[in-house]
């Protein structure tokens, strides 16, 4: 597939065992340039893991993981200098500033303090002046978070980075990671905040139990969901409930009826509502949110 040839990541049946424990059974996708990747699942579910062997820390027990071509684990040194990566709980040296630690960072990954470096510790609004031990959680993200976007890397890898941060910071990071979209780079995002990651990824991976169990855009997915309608019309619509993929029809005090319907039932249902003089209608796609909780509260996802 000429596709998979463009993927700057691109993982197939990756698996990784902790002693007896299957931590990763089958991990499988790929990512593009210029792709924002949504990674989300469960605690536990494999989202970490899969990130540490990505960047070479965790040796696979099985399956492969190439980014740009190369090995993850047999090329990390190569492959490292063109990778930005984020971690949940950032760890920094408790004695050093905030700035000298952005700059040791920029110095490990080959670059250096740059304009750029500025106007991202501006536009996080972070004193760089003050040691690493007097900061905050969202404070110890932001050096982190201002290192990695000062680098000029391909493929940027963020594990819940934005744990932390309030709401304005919040959408100085999105902001920032959609400019490393239209650069053409490839970003990873894990991340618990599904409203974020509606927001931001192009395509998104969900991770249950070490193995990916949907991978596709919101709207790839929206086909397994439903969704809900509410309506009035002028004619008596008694046969609604007997359609295919019609669920939970109740009529509300208001005159209204609520009702769901299958994602790829729609289109009869519709012709059928229409035929009985529509007054009004109302209709409210899935959310991921939606999506998530059929795959965390139930078994249909195995
Ligand atoms: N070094 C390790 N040794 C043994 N088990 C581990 C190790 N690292 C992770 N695990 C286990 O592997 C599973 C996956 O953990 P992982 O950290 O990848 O989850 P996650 O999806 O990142 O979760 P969270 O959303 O909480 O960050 C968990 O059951 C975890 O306990
Ligand atoms: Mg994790």
Redo the contacts with the bound molecule.
């Keep these: 597939m000429t596709q998979e040839k463009n993927a700057i990541l691109h993982i197939d049946h990756l698996q990784k065992r902790?002693?007896k424990?299957q931590?990763l059974k089958n991990v499988t996708f790929d990512v593009y340039p210029g792709e924002v990747f949504g990674f989300i699942?469960?605690?536990?579910?494999?989202?970490?893991?899969?990130i540490r062997t990505l960047l070479g820390i965790l040796r696979a027990s099985g399956g492969t993981a190439t980014l740009f071509g190369k090995d993850v684990y047999k090329d990390s040194v190569s492959i490292h200098k063109k990778l930005a990566y984020v971690p949940?709980d950032v760890y920094l040296w408790p004695n050093l500033t905030g700035g000298e630690i952005i700059d040791l960072f920029l110095k490990l990954g080959n670059t250096k303090h740059s304009a750029r470096t500025d106007e991202m510790i501006k536009r996080f609004q972070l004193d760089t002046t003050k040691k690493a031990r007097t900061y905050s959680k969202g404070n110890r993200q932001k050096v982190a978070l201002v290192a990695a976007f000062s680098t000029d890397a391909d493929f940027y890898i963020f594990d819940?980075p934005t744990s932390g941060l309030d709401p304005l910071n919040e959408e100085i990071f999105q902001k920032s990671v959609l400019e490393l979209k239209e650069a053409g780079k490839a970003v990873l995002l894990?991340s618990?905040i599904l409203s974020e990651v509606e927001k931001m990824c192009d395509r998104i991976g969900i991770?249950r139990d070490g193995v990916i169990v949907e991978t596709g855009s919101l709207s790839d997915m929206r086909h397994l969901t439903r969704t809900v309608i509410q309506y009035q019309t002028i004619n008596p619509t008694t046969e609604l409930k007997d359609f295919k993929g019609v669920h939970n029809v109740t009529l509300e005090t208001d005159g209204l009826t609520t009702f769901s319907v299958d994602s790829d039932q729609i289109s009869p249902v519709m012709d059928y509502l229409s035929s009985k003089k529509i007054v009004s209608l109302q209709s409210t796609p899935p959310t991921l949110e939606d999506l998530f909780m059929r795959y965390y509260n139930s078994d249909e996802g195995r």
């Design positions: 902790f002693g424990f931590a699942g469960p605690n536990g579910a494999g989202k970490s893991t899969t949940g819940e894990s618990h991770i």
